[in-house]
T-cell receptor, first 113, second 107 residues
Framework: DAGITQSPRHKVTETGTPVTLRCHQTENHRYMYWYRQDPGHGLRLIHY???????DKGEVSDGYSVSRSKTEDFLLTLESATSSQTSVYFC????????????FGDGTRLSIL | GQSLEQPSEVTAVEGAIVQINCTYQ??????LSWYQQHDGGAPTFLSYNGLDGLEETGRFSSFLSRSDSYGYLLLQELQMKDSASYFCASYGQNFVFGPGTRLSVLP
């Protein structure tokens, strides 16, 4: 299995608080992605990175920011969490873009009350 | 923009063959991928089609027709462990997943 670790695995927090999710990889893959998964919507791309300090927005980026200061770490931040951001968040990595498989972490279940 | 459609649910019996269809509208389309996800688990990659035609990997095959903006995943000799959700995903200007098809395999 690809070496991807997401932390925390579960988090419960209150509306308005900041939240940071971490994705750590040991594969030295160039591309890293953050998705959220909600019933009926499949996986939706939030942000992705194609290298250190190189990031871009996905289809549901509003309310989220990311940072990638090292190849192995990709952080997702909710500056002021809202209940609509309650979801399961998955990180994925890929050695190349598009045609190559993305390997997913085990997910973070985030509940915002 | 990009959007994908797939059936929400499919049911089949053990040993049977099932086909899960996916139609897409994708700007700058490059290819179509398929992922499997068991309940509570992470998605895992099954196959990728960058060219028209059939790709076979063991019991699973995937097909793409660019002219029809259509693809399918074919699962043969179904086993109980194949009960899961299956997602098509298109790669174009962005990477977009379909809403998923929940496959139930009955004994």
């Amino acid at each position: 299995d690809a070496g991807i670790t997401q932390s925390p695995r579960h988090k419960v927090t209150e509306t308005g608080t900041p939240v940071t999710l971490r994705c750590h990889q040991t594969e030295n893959h160039r591309y890293m992605y953050w998705y959220r998964q909600d019933p009926g919507h499949g996986l939706r791309l939030i942000h992705y990175s194609y290298g250190v300090k190189d990031t871009d927005k996905g289809e549901v980026s509003d309310g989220y920011s990311v940072s990638r200061s090292k190849t192995e770490d990709f952080l997702l931040t909710l500056e002021s969490a809202t209940s609509s951001q309650t979801s399961v968040y998955f990180c994925a990595i890929s050695d190349t873009d598009g045609s190559q498989p993305q390997h997913f972490g085990d997910g973070t279940r985030l509940s915002i009350l | 923009g990009q959007s994908l459609e797939q059936p929400s649910e499919v049911t089949a019996v053990e040993g049977a063959i099932v086909q899960i269809n996916c139609t897409y509208q994708t700007s700058g389309f490059y290819g179509l991928s398929w992922y499997q996800q068991h309940d509570g688990g992470a998605p895992t990659f099954l196959s990728y089609n960058g060219l028209d035609g059939l790709e076979e990997t063991g019991r699973f095959s995937s097909f793409l027709s660019r002219s029809d903006s259509y693809g399918y995943l074919l699962l043969q000799e179904l086993q109980m462990k194949d009960s899961a959700s299956y997602f098509c995903a298109s790669y174009g200007q962005n990477f977009v997943f379909g809403p998923g098809t929940r496959l139930s395999v009955l004994p």
